[in-house]
């Protein structure tokens, strides 16, 4: 999905808002079922203005913004992540809350409001849905143990009621099948996305070893306990452009002797045909290489290290 055929899809709450409905639902700790909450019915459409707002403004109406795939993510700004790799178990409720509506309505006398630890919003009708995973702070519950002051006519009084404050923010939304990730740090800190992470890692590992290029190929396994880094072996399976196009390890080592990034900083064994991975510095540029990321240009031959890139279209300019 692009960023395009994202705006599309959020722009059918924005133009027909007054059509759909808001539920919330959330989810207590320890627990990956959600529970929907019972609000009034005179309250949620000024939770549905506020999300559908939310969406608008930080996605649609944000023209930088571009949506990458999550396992070829990397240090560009201002991205979202789509979900390409397996989803862990604890967010599989963003599904569920689509699938059924007979979700347990949380229970204002035995289920404790302290125990919320997030909130799924499901906006939509029949024929479209977007559903928000937004975490829930600590600092926005408020139980037993505070004491508020509320305005009443003539003064002050006490409120004894607990409650949580409901802001516009959210982390991951799933909308047409995809889930799409805002806040990579927080899908990084929880929902078992480091298992998911080496687990994938792994695979971009064991297709580099297949080529036999790396004469120390272990080195690569240590790199798979770092999320970070993991992160970005999780592209070398899927979408590294030197495995794809299997080049030979021969023209390989000869491209790290010539480019400038790479010359003196990647060594080799004695024999001169394996790359010989030493240093922290000689592990990230490796990985840089397999995704090709180093670059010379046709017009001026100056050499770039690039993050993105996107296929020239052969096409172009062309009048005939």
Do not use: W
């Amino acid at each position: 999905m692009n960023k395009e055929e994202l705006n599309n899809k959020l722009q059918y709450f924005s133009d027909n808002i007054e059509q759909i409905g808001a539920t919330v639902y959330v989810f207590l700790k320890g627990e990956n079922v959600p529970k929907k909450l019972d609000i009034r019915a005179d309250d949620l459409p000024s939770i549905r203005s506020m999300f559908v707002g939310s969406l608008v403004d930080t996605i649609i109406s944000d023209e930088e913004l571009s949506v990458v795939p999550l396992s070829t993510s990397d240090e560009r700004k201002n991205v979202l992540y789509e979900y390409d790799i397996d989803i862990p178990e604890s967010l599989q409720g963003l599904q569920s809350v689509l699938e059924s509506d007979e979700q347990e309505t949380f229970d204002l006398e035995h289920d404790e409001i302290n125990s919320v630890a997030a909130l799924i919003i499901e906006i939509g009708d029949e024929q479209n849905q977007v559903v928000l995973y937004k975490t829930m702070a600590q600092v926005n519950i408020y139980g037993r143990s505070s004491f508020f002051l509320k305005k009443s006519a003539h003064r002050f009084e006490e409120l004894k009621e607990e409650f949580f404050r409901l802001s516009p923010n959210f982390q991951f939304f799933r909308i047409d099948g995809s889930l799409l990730v805002i806040d990579l740090k927080t899908l990084e800190k929880s929902f078992g996305f480091h298992e998911v992470i080496q687990k994938e890692a792994m695979l971009g590992v064991e297709a580099v070893e297949a080529i036999e290029l790396l004469e120390n190929p272990e080195t690569l396994h240590e790199l798979i306990d770092d999320v970070t880094t993991a992160r970005k072996l999780t592209k070398i399976a899927k979408d590294s452009p030197v495995l794809k196009a299997g080049i030979e390890n021969q023209r390989i080592v000869a491209f790290c002797r010539a480019f400038p990034s790479l010359k003196g900083k990647i060594r080799f064994n004695a024999t001169n045909d394996k790359i010989q991975l030493d240093t922290k510095v000689s592990k990230n540029l490796f990985i840089k290489l397999l995704m090709d990321d180093f670059l010379t240009s046709e017009l001026t031959s100056f050499h770039y290290t690039s993050l993105a890139k996107d296929e020239a279209d052969e096409h172009v300019g062309d009048n005939t």
